[in-house]
């Protein structure tokens, strides 16, 4: 199968070439264009509903970790956090299966949706360019973006023409978990020809946290008593990852075409997972700590070390290859055509006691293509197909969903007319999804529209509101589910009645930038028809002594705001002191009671002083507390979080950053966690880097 992927894309590669016409100066986008939001140009000042990106300049000094924790200070996301190996975005109150993941607008062909233990197959700083979606901007996408959309975009097929060669390293250390990373990343120009490599390691340890991990709550509705404060470890956390991938590609002056392949490699530890199975009865023997778990890899020593805590280790491993292209073209009211493939094999297995315990399988394949429309007179507008087919498996004894093959195809047209003053936007597009396992079916036929209008009132204005309809075909896991599930502590029924989850959304949106001030607002209000929730039964599951907890429908409702505003206090040449705030909100609110992991409200005061050789940033940071839980959920306390960082410029392309996390080494919990009370966020760090691009 690979090696006829691999054969039929240098075949399509080499008989492009003359249909792309050869290398000429193709403009390149602009940064403030938002990729994901359309096939067609739609900036980031001009959209009606809530974006965020973050470039690569940003990502260098993002911290080490995986994607949820570094998009979490974003106005509306959060982690999912299940210590440092795994980590995905919550969007608004919504996670999993309601948040979409994409690498370079394609799904990841993934098991990271299935359980908040399992880690997203792409690592941020593989990224040039993340982009964040919130609302009824993610409607091009289907049922499976109804909370946001998460679009990592990479460089490894080249879009636009290089000349020689240009590249970028990186390297980092961290002192809360002895932590270090190294990437890199090169393209090289051969007339209309572009080669790129790039690789990535990151590795660490245990990491630090200023108190017990066990939360006092935790520790209460165990019946034991707070032992006050004191530094601690959360253990079985390290973490080693490595991704390396190439590409190459065609690019002329009508349009380029390209493919890559990616391999991901990662060994990371799961904190409570073990202290979950030492109080079962089938636990398994955990005798020999000092096991080496990871003989498939040359990094035995780290994971020799790693491996003598007892816990569950994950070894997760994805090859990737992909084919993208677009070509300028004349053909009726379309004047360009872009298209997006992705097959990916993807192996997880849970370590137990040195030997494979559960072992969860995923291969599949998602391609898109996209037909823009001329503009004309401020008229823009796309048409598109999307599909995707998955064979999913899961063997062992926590293979709580059976083997189930996916089957999608969605078809989609999206419009936007820009009168400079004024404008008008809609979209719509209906999906076709297929579940089947050995013993059971289900289709379910979705139809997602979306509406909206804008004004821009005055110079730096603008106004937008959007309304929006979209549905989602239930999960495998909501579906099929049946079995313990360690990560959730519960055992899982689905229900195969599920109708599909729709929702009906307002989004209004508020731009400001003008003179010192820059102020991007949103509110949003969402209501759900037959959403799809994890309820307790009230019930016990003999076996496994887990309470059992079902898939059921019920209405909702949630809603909420962000807001990110900036004053430049002063200015002077090329010095300036800007004063930043970034605050959200959201509520949810079901027929069964509050929904669980909805996180608090939070509020983010920063100070930046920039030249053009060095930024320094003083951040404050305050979480609130959530008090509004769901039956068997633990409130969380709030806190107080103080931030720094330098960055030093001494040269073009050279940077040194130095940055303080937690400095008040304040107990941080993350309510939008399942593990909250079992691993508190890391304590106080220190991290310093050093980044050249050329």
């Given amino acids: 199968m690979r090696k006829s992927i691999l054969l039929a894309s240098a075949a399509l590669l080499a008989a492009a070439g003359p249909a792309l016409g050869q290398t000429a100066g193709r403009p390149t986008s602009v940064s403030e264009v938002v990729v994901t939001a359309a096939p067609y140009v739609v900036s980031l000042d001009s959209v009606t509903t809530s974006v965020d990106v973050l470039d690569r300049d940003d990502l260098d000094t993002a911290p080490a970790a995986g994607l949820g924790e570094v998009l979490s200070n974003l106005p509306g996301v959060r982690s999912s ?56 901007a993610a409607l091009a996408y289907g049922g499976s973006a109804i909370g946001g959309v998460v679009n990592v975009i990479d460089d490894r097929i080249a879009e636009t023409p290089v000349e020689g060669i240009e590249g970028r390293v990186m390297g980092a250390l961290s002192s809360v978990d002895s932590g270090e990373t190294a990437s890199g990343a090169i393209k090289a120009g051969l007339g209309p020809w572009v080669f790129s490599l790039d690789a990535l390691r990151r590795q ?88 080496d778990h990871d003989e498939d890899h040359a990094d035995e020593d780290h994971d020799e070390e790693a491996g003598a805590e007892e816990g569950v280790r994950i070894d997760l491993k994805q090859t990737r290859y992909d084919l993208r292209g677009g070509l300028d073209l004349a053909l009726g009211p379309f004047e360009k055509v872009r298209f997006s493939g992705g097959y990916a094999d993807y192996e997880h297995v849970e370590i137990e006691d040195g030997a494979p315990a559960t072992r969860f399988l995923s291969e599949g394949w998602e391609g898109r293509l996209e037909l823009v429309q001329a503009e004309r007179d401020g008229w823009q507008g796309a048409v598109g197909v999307q599909a995707l087919t998955r064979d999913f498996d899961a063997l062992g004894e926590e293979a709580y969903v059976p083997a189930v093959e996916i089957n999608e195809a969605g078809v989609f047209t999206l419009q936007r007319l820009d009168r400079d003053s004024w404008g008008l936007e809609g979209g719509l597009r209906f999906d076709r999804r297929a579940l089947e396992t050995a013993a059971a079916k289900a289709e379910f036929d979705n139809v997602s529209a979306s509406l909206g209008a804008f004004v821009r ?31 959730t502590r519960a055992f899982e029924v689905g229900d195969a009645g599920l109708d599909s989850e729709v929702s009906y959304a307002v989004d209004a949106t ?98 930046v002083f920039e030249t053009d050789r060095w930024t320094g940033k003083l951040e404050l940071r305050q979480v609130g507390e959530q008090e509004r839980v769901a039956e068997g959920e633990l409130p969380t306390d709030g806190y107080r979080m103080i931030n720094a960082s330098l960055v030093v410029r001494p040269t073009d392309g050279f940077k040194i950053f130095v940055e303080g996390r937690n400095l008040n080494d304040a107990e941080a919990r993350e309510h939008a966690s399942f593990l909250k009370d079992l691993a508190p966020l890391p304590g106080r760090s220190f991290r310093l880097g050093l980044g050249y691009t050329f």
């Avoid at 980590?87 to 370079?104: D, E, F, M, Q, Y």
């Avoid at 409570?272 to 000092?290: L, V």
């Fill in 81 to 136: 956090f299940f210590g440092p190996g795994a980590s995905r975005p919550v969007i608004r109150g919504l996670a999993g299966p309601r948040v979409l993941v994409l690498t370079n607008g394609v799904g990841m062909v993934d098991a990271s949706a299935l359980s908040p233990d399992h880690q997203v197959a792409v690592d941020p700083q593989e990224a040039k360019r993340i982009e964040v979606l919130r609302g009824s």
């Fill in 204 to 291: 660490s340890e245990d990491y630090d946290v200023p108190t017990l991990p066990e939360s006092r709550r935790q520790l209460a509705a165990e019946g034991e008593e707070f032992p006050g404060k004191q530094d601690s470890v959360v253990e079985n956390t390290a973490v080693t990852l490595d991704s390396y991938g190439a590409g190459v590609s065609y690019v002329g002056d009508r349009g380029f075409l390209g493919v890559a392949v990616k391999q991901t490699d990662t060994r990371y530890g799961v904190p409570g997972h073990a202290h979950e199975h030492a109080d079962e009865e089938h636990d398994h023997d955990h005798e020999d700590e000092d096991h």
């Fill in 457 to 487: 009132p005055a110079e730096g204005w603008f106004a937008g509101v959007s309304l929006s309809r979209a549905g989602r075909a239930p999960t495998e896991a909501e579906l099929f589910a049946a079995g313990p599930h360690i990560a």
């Fill in 510 to 607: 508020l731009h400001y930038d003008g003179g010192p001030w820059d102020a991007d607002l949103h509110a949003f209000a969402v209501r759900y028809e037959g959403f799809i929730d994890l309820r307790p039964t009230g019930a016990e599951d003999a076996e496994s002594e887990l309470p059992i907890f079902a898939y059921q429908q019920t209405d909702a409702e949630f809603w909420g705001g962000e807001a990110e505003v900036s004053y430049r206090l002063w200015e002077a040449g090329d010095r300036s002191f800007t004063l930043e705030g970034v605050a959200d909100y959201v509520r949810g609110d079901t027929d069964l009671g509050a929904p669980a992991r909805i996180p608090p409200w939070s509020a983010t005061a920063r100070g």
